[in-house]
């Protein structure tokens, strides 16, 4: 990309230091002085000081598409407070734990049942953005996972199957011939994708799946897709071993999940998983891997499948799973429920409600929520689930969709009152994934802008981005819709900008002296300036 640059103009900054203690010291002098400057920037320096308890380790949770044989390094999950990691596409070969062989069922009296005929391989070529460089994109590499028929030409697989998708083909069991598909939808926070395939030819003698219920504990499940090790079908069999609210990897969310004991591995993700009577249960995609656990695999259930598919069918596209929009706390200590005048042992705290949601036009710091939808909630955070079982509160808001109104029950200064939330999905400061897949960058004089994300922290490492804007990243809320933080990513060498070079991952405050809303309003503000 070519860059012109009027060396008339300069910048202006206030530079911060980080001393040995971790707290900043201002340096006021200037870097430029010339009076004709386009504007003045104040970047905050972060410093390359790191916090330990900041960093994400790798962990063994995997989501499971295969690359083909091509390992290709990544890290797809943020840090969960249990060892979990996406089964992407992204894989690391020293990572592999291949489950026993007798977990492997040979098909038999399976081999020729239909249901097994609607499963497909999906071939997926990405190509994903270099968050470093904005204006190029990396190396295309291939991956291959599962998916399977749903019916009116569509197909159900894994977001992180297609994700950055290039190009992505199907193939039938027994077929030799791959067909184009195109991505319909895909849900990140819930990590399904919706493919169609035109071609009638694909079609042909097809039958779809049918969905079961949300099964029980110690019910027989069977796992069938596409993972490493060959190209035809694979179908390993276990039993359902729990049901809870699940850490999902890929999207960073936590939604219903349903973990087996079945064998899943690299490119079993998006395949079905069916109960004892050929129903399908439920989409395959991650599974948990530590020196201190075996076997342990995890489906996304019919009723989060239903979710994002009513979801598309209403809006003509994904919206999301919705938020309620509060930091909440347990009321297990009778001191604190007796200071709050709560009498009975039951709700939750309201810490802080996130500035973006409509629960900060409604709740208070200091506010108990005890129903939901007149459902109890417990001290723990849990509401009743199916007969002698509790779920996480937040199973609740998950069976909500984006603008539905909620009823909580709240005691406030020890008085109930009823008050309703409309619930929309949370607008994340700082997001996990890329609307459209390609970051947003300004660049002028040489000085590169790019929105703060984490994926660019991912590829950047945290040890060079610096301890204040991990603390941003990590624990700050936007204060309005679109709201960015904006980073000075790098300094493209060149005559006018001589002395800078230097500068790196800082973040952008103010131009000449407006403070910067996102990176719309930075490009914005130049233009008028110019």
Request: charged residues 20%.
């Amino acid at each position: 990309m070519s860059m012109a640059v009027a060396a008339s103009y300069s910048f202006f900054v206030l530079r911060s230091t980080v001393n040995p203690h971790g707290s900043a010291s201002g340096c006021p002098p200037c870097l430029a002085t010339r009076q004709s400057s386009i504007g003045v920037l104040a970047l905050k320096a972060t410093g390359p000081k790191e916090i330990r308890n900041l960093k994400r380790g790798p962990s063994p949770f995997h989501c499971n598409s295969n690359a083909d044989g091509i390992s290709a390094k990544g890290d797809t999950g943020r840090s969960q407070p249990t060892a979990f990691k996406s089964l992407g596409m992204e894989i690391r070969h020293k990572e592999f734990q291949f489950d026993s062989i007798d977990q492997q069922i040979e098909p038999g009296d399976l081999q020729d049942e239909a249901f097994l005929n609607a499963v497909v391989k999906v071939y997926c070529t990405h190509t994903a953005p270099n968050y470093s460089l904005p204006w190029h994109r990396q190396r295309q590499y291939t991956s291959t996972g599962s998916a399977f028929m749903i019916g009116e030409g569509k197909l159900l697989t894994s977001a992180h199957c297609v994700e950055h998708g290039t190009q992505v083909k199907v193939k039938r069991r027994g077929d030799d011939t791959k067909y184009v598909a195109k991505v319909l939808a895909r849900g990140v926070d819930c990590d399904i994708a919706l493919l169609s395939v035109e071609s009638g030819e694909f079609w042909k003698e097809a039958e779809p799946l049918h969905f079961g219920r949300l099964p029980h504990l110690k019910d027989a499940v069977t796992v069938v897709g596409y993972p490493l090790g060959g190209d035809t079908i694979s179908v390993t069999k276990g039993v359902v071993s729990r049901i809870e609210v699940t850490s999902y990897a890929h999207g960073s969310s936590d939604l219903l999940g349903i973990q087996i004991d079945a064998a899943i591995n690299p490119g079993n993700s998006g395949g079905p998983a069916f109960n004892d009577r050929r129903e399908c249960i439920g989409v395959a995609f991650q599974a948990y891997r530590s020196e201190e656990a075996e076997n342990i695999g995890y489906v996304i259930p019919t009723t989060v499948v239903s979710h994002f598919l009513k979801d598309y069918e209403r809006n003509g596209k994904y919206t999301g799973f919705p938020s309620l929009g509060v930091l909440l706390q347990k009321l297990e200590n009778p001191a604190l429920r007796e200071c709050l005048k709560v009498q009975s042992n039951e709700g939750v705290l309201v810490r802080r409600a996130e500035p973006t949601s409509d629960a900060n036009n409604v709740l208070k710091e200091g506010d108990v929520i005890v129903s939901f939808d007149n459902v109890h909630v417990g001290c723990e955070g849990t509401v009743p689930f199916r007969s002698n079982e509790r779920i996480a509160f937040c199973y609740l808001i998950s069976q909500k969709f984006a603008g539905d109104v909620a009823e909580l029950g709240i005691i406030r200064a020890g008085k109930f009152m009823q008050v309703q939330v409309v619930l929309n999905p949370r607008v994340h400061l700082v997001p996990r994934h890329i609307d459209g897949g390609q970051p947003s960058f300004f660049i002028i004089a040489g000085l590169v802008f790019t929105p703060l994300s984490e994926p660019l922290i991912e590829e950047e490492r945290e040890d060079s981005i610096g301890v204040k804007l991990l603390l941003k990243a990590r624990h700050s809320l936007a204060r309005f819709k679109g709201e960015q933080t904006v980073i000075l990513s790098q300094v493209l060498a060149n005559d006018v900008n001589i002395g800078y070079e230097s500068m790196a991952n800082w973040q952008v405050l103010k131009f000449n002296g407006t403070q910067i809303k996102n990176i719309h309003h930075l490009v914005h503000l130049v233009d008028c300036k110019w």
